[in-house]
C-alpha cells in the first residue's frame, strides 16, 4: 500500500469508529487540500522565444529537438493543404507536428502546487508533454528533466525561418502570427 491509500485507509477506519473530527485532522495534516489556484499566463513570442533559445529547442521531458513556431506556421501557410494547421489544436484538422514539435512554456514546478511564475520555473517542452504533465510534478509522473540543448548546435530552424522571411518580405506584410515570430526571432539569430 502507498502512502495515500495508506493515510485514506487510516481515515476511514477514523471514521467507522464516529471519529470524524480524528479523521478531519489525519486529512488535514497528512494528505491536505489544496485548492488549484488558476491565473492567466500569458507570455510574449519574444519572452517564449528567449526560453525556446536557453533550452537549446529541446523539449526538456523527452529530450527531443523541436522546431521554432514561426517555421511550423510559415511552412503551413505555405504547404496548407499537407500541413494543415488548426487554430484550437484541433488533430483531426491540424498537422500532429504541431503538437509534436511545437514548443511551449510549462511551470516545472506547476503553479497550481506553489511553483512560481518566473523564467526560473519555466521549461520548454512540446504541447503534447505539456497537456500530458499538467499540473503534476516530475517525481508524480516518474519523468526526469533533461539537459538543457546548445542552441549553436540545433536552433530549431530559427535561422531558417529568418532567412527565408528576409528572401520574401511579403510574407511578413501578409500574416500577422509569422510576423509577430520574426521580430522575436531576430536577436537570437546566429
Not at 134 to 163: P, V
Request: hydrophobic fraction near 35%; include cysteine.
Amino acid at each position: 500500500m502507498n502512502k495515500k491509500t495508506a493515510i485514506l485507509s487510516e481515515i476511514c477506519t477514523e471514521l467507522s469508529a464516529g471519529r470524524k473530527s480524528q479523521a478531519a485532522g489525519l486529512l488535514q495534516q497528512s494528505y491536505p487540500f489544496v485548492p488549484i489556484q488558476k491565473e492567466k499566463r500569458q507570455y510574449t513570442p519574444r519572452q517564449m522565444t528567449e526560453v525556446f533559445v536557453r533550452d537549446g529547442f529541446i523539449d526538456r521531458y523527452g529530450g527531443e529537438r523541436l522546431v521554432f513556431p514561426g517555421v511550423l506556421r510559415l511552412i503551413s501557410y505555405l504547404l496548407p493543404d499537407t500541413f494543415p494547421y488548426h487554430p484550437h489544436g484541433h488533430m483531426e484538422k491540424g498537422h500532429i507536428a504541431f503538437w509534436d514539435l511545437f514548443p511551449t512554456i510549462d511551470h516545472l514546478e506547476p503553479l497550481a502546487r506553489g511553483g512560481k511564475d518566473e523564467m526560473e520555473n519555466w521549461v520548454c517542452t512540446s504541447m503534447r508533454r505539456n497537456l500530458l504533465k499538467s499540473n503534476w510534478s516530475l517525481e508524480e509522473l516518474g519523468w526526469k528533466l533533461h539537459d538543457q540543448g546548445d542552441f549553436t548546435e540545433w536552433d530549431g530552424l530559427l535561422s531558417w525561418f529568418i532567412e527565408y522571411l528576409e528572401i520574401d518580405r511579403n510574407l511578413l506584410k501578409e500574416s500577422a502570427y509569422l510576423r509577430r515570430w520574426w521580430n522575436a526571432a531576430r536577436p537570437f539569430t546566429v
